[in-house]
């Protein structure tokens, strides 16, 4: 039995019952990156947006997170990345987990245009920025931490989260932000920030209390590429949420 | 304790460290405690605050910055002290030992966190932070099992394998069976017998209380 790795992305989603179509080309096996994404997680969007913005094609599988137990725990998607979590990317024969490596190697690989500055010190700043959210704020939020916290204290659990890491964050910005997170040029703090606003408002939290952070979200939503990879506008995005 | 000029790092007393700077000889240490003496701060004081929002250690003033976040303080440190590397030349393997780095210091650490812990009360923490251990574990194993040589990722020290030991040693801190993990195990060992990682162990740092000091 061919391993997963090796399956098309047709073949991927004969595999996992009630998955959505696949976008891109035709059903043939493709030399495309392959993105196994959910459409409402926010480490998920925090790569489209990439791909995006450095204009690189590429196809979705989607990994429905609740459906059928969750389909991130079936074998298949286990052996493609043993953490059982989305994002991961088939690109140039690998494949990689966590968003901010995939992030990083599509800049090594593929640099312009830029998503991390030249200058060191504003690199510094950029991964600080995204690390405090994707270490910082996501992982203590996200469906299997709530799951464990339980339903009764996991809206409280979130907004404690999320209002801490935005308070911590807002201040941040302060001093660092231009246009966006850092200076005037869109960044891979930028790519972090927007998915952690949505997850902010899914659970409730009153956003406004962080002017800079609301300011930048709302300039960045304006932009071609966070539009077209978000959350609505997904292939696997459930018809009464899709815009 | 005196701060140095130029470089300063700080760090929480008595907790394992975050993933360390291997040039630790170079840097002068400001030790953070919850009960400040001269030359200590303290970790919710609103002069660590001002230092770092996030109210978490390690931070690092260096070259007129202040950077949190131990990931992007040796980034910096990478960047602008390049020799010895502490990331492979080559973008794959870049990407790899990103990603085990990342699995630590988002999908591990910050789940067993003090924070976190205080937030799931006395009760509950140790088991939360055993299962939050042994699920990254499960899955570092396996990762560990086509990236390693000697190290994380082939022969060379790399950042991941700065993520690698201090998580051991939590694990270790909350009764983790961590021989069940053979390559993690292997590696870890490997990695304690080095020169910097042993003059970084949390039981010889200028904070280490009496009682815990090697």
Request: aromatic share 6%.
């Amino acid at each position: 039995m061919p391993g997963p790795s090796s399956l098309s992305p047709q073949k991927f989603c004969e595999r996992f019952p009630g998955s959505l179509k696949v976008t891109g080309g035709t059903m043939a096996e493709s030399s495309k990156p392959i993105l196994y994404s959910y459409f409402q997680s926010s480490c998920s969007w925090r790569v489209r947006i990439a791909l995006a913005l450095k204009g690189i094609d590429y196809e979705t599988v989607p990994v429905n997170l609740v459906k059928d137990g969750g389909q991130q725990f079936s074998e298949e998607f286990q052996a493609l990345n043993p953490m059982k979590q989305v994002p991961a990317l088939k690109i140039d024969g690998l494949t990689i987990s966590q968003s901010l490596a995939i992030i990083e190697y599509l800049e090594e690989t593929r640099p312009t245009p830029r998503l991390l500055p030249q200058n060191p010190k504003q690199r510094a700043t950029v991964r600080m920025i995204s690390d405090l959210v994707a270490s910082g704020i996501q992982p203590l939020q996200n469906l299997s931490v709530l799951k464990q916290v339980g339903q009764e204290s996991g809206l409280a659990w979130a907004q404690k989260v999320i209002n801490t890491g935005f308070n911590a964050l807002e201040k941040i910005l302060q001093s660092t932000a231009g246009k966006y997170c850092v200076g005037d040029e869109v960044s891979m703090a930028d790519l972090c920030l927007v998915p952690q606003v949505a997850n902010a408002e899914r659970y409730k939290v009153e956003v406004t209390l962080y002017p800079t952070i609301s300011r930048i979200n709302k300039t960045l939503l304006a932009l071609e590429a966070f539009q077209v990879t978000h959350p609505c506008r997904q292939p696997d995005t459930p018809p009464e949420m899709r815009a």
